[in-house]
């Protein structure tokens, strides 16, 4: 079946870094955008990351660009979300999701497209 396995939270200070990853399995890696989105208590799901398919395009929410940034690697079946500058308000679970696209270059911001999610991994930034 498909897994999706995320690693690398923990927790921070404010203006440290993270990177975090998600090996996905028991599917054509290539075949799917692929996504990050993050859930703080109390507060709904929200995009932070996706990429292509072949990783020639990504988008990056308004909250985190400039300092983070979305990567893949398909031989590795592996999706990255490096995180710089990090600040308390980045403090929240952080899943990795996959969207079977039949188009190679587009990207999915829309959570309710994606088929399938990890189980997420712990990030906090300590002020």
């Known amino acids: 079946q498909v897994q999706l396995v995320e690693s690398g939270g923990g927790l921070v200070q404010a203006g440290g870094s993270l990177r975090l990853s998600c090996v996905a399995s028991?599917?054509?890696?290539?075949?799917?955008?692929m996504g990050w989105f993050r859930q703080a208590p109390g507060k709904e799901r929200e995009f932070v990351a996706a990429?292509?398919?072949?990783?020639?395009?990504?988008n990056h929410a308004d909250s985190v660009k400039g300092r983070f940034t979305i990567s893949r690697d398909n031989a590795k079946n592996t999706v990255y979300l490096q995180m710089n500058s990090l600040k308390p308000e980045d403090t929240a679970a952080y899943y990795c999701?996959?969207?079977?696209?039949?188009?190679?270059?587009?990207?999915?911001?829309?959570?309710?497209?994606?088929?399938?999610w990890g189980q997420g991994t712990q990030v906090t930034v300590s002020s």
């Open positions: 999701a996959a969207a079977k696209m039949l188009l190679y270059n587009r990207v999915v911001v829309n959570p309710t497209s994606y088929d399938y």
């Open positions: 028991g599917l054509t890696f290539s075949t799917y955008a």
């Open positions: 990429i292509s398919r072949g990783g020639a395009n990504a």
